[in-house]
């Protein structure tokens, strides 16, 4: 079955504890890419990954790393998370080239709360 | 800069209803529009992807729509049943953002038996 996996699904941790959430994806897509999703403000992507080695920032970057090792994992890195990245995370991998029918498929979220 | 809206934000019909919900985008410029369904506790499921050259796409009680040079989508939902309920989210790609989506906030559809 196609799918993203992410690790873990809940996870309550303190200011400055450095975590990481893990993501996988079994579709050999070479677009990997992190969503951060808070009420008011929708989802917004954090960082995103064209390839192995290959990471750009999104539109809310700050106070996050990625890495892109193997094509199948992309983790999203807090070394030091605080109060404002509570939130719930989506990874979501994609296809190339980019084709208008190709879909973007999501995890199933990890929803994160720092203390 | 491309900005998403939905309407209504929160919906609650009884069953059987047929229902639209709405998405508006402010830069017609897309590449594609994406309908997807979030359920509590879980991620987003795909439901419909129109490209920006085509005008609908169907998939059993669903029918999406595209207006792109009105910036608008329409996801009709026909005889609306209870497992229904979730929050369709719809999100649009630009032409010049690789695969980045910008989403809108959603609509919170309730369906009661």
Sequence with gaps: ?115 | KQEVTQIPAALSVPEGENLVLNCSFTDSAIYNLQWFRQDPGKGLTSLLLIQSSQREQTSGRLNASLDKSSGRSTLYIAASQPGDSATYLCAVKRETSGSRLTFGEGTQLTVNP
């Excluded at chain 1, 403000?41 to 990625?66: A, F, W």
Aim: proline content about 8%; overall charge positive; aromatic content about 12%.
């Design chain 1, 1 to 115: 079955e196609a799918q993203v996996t992410q690790n873990p699904r809940y996870l309550i941790t303190v200011t400055g504890k450095k975590l990481t959430v893990t993501c996988s994806q079994n579709m050999n897509h070479e677009y990997m890419s992190w969503y951060r999703q808070d009420p008011g403000l929708g989802l917004r992507q954090i960082y995103y990954s064209m390839n192995v080695e290959v990471t750009d920032k999104g539109d809310v970057p700050e106070g996050y790393k990625v890495s892109r090792k193997e094509k199948r994992n992309f983790p999203l890195i807090l070394e030091s998370p605080s109060p404002n990245q509570t939130s719930l995370y989506f990874c979501a991998s994609f296809p190339l080239p980019f084709t208008q029918g190709n879909e973007q498929y999501f995890g199933p979220g990890t929803r994160l709360t720092v203390t």
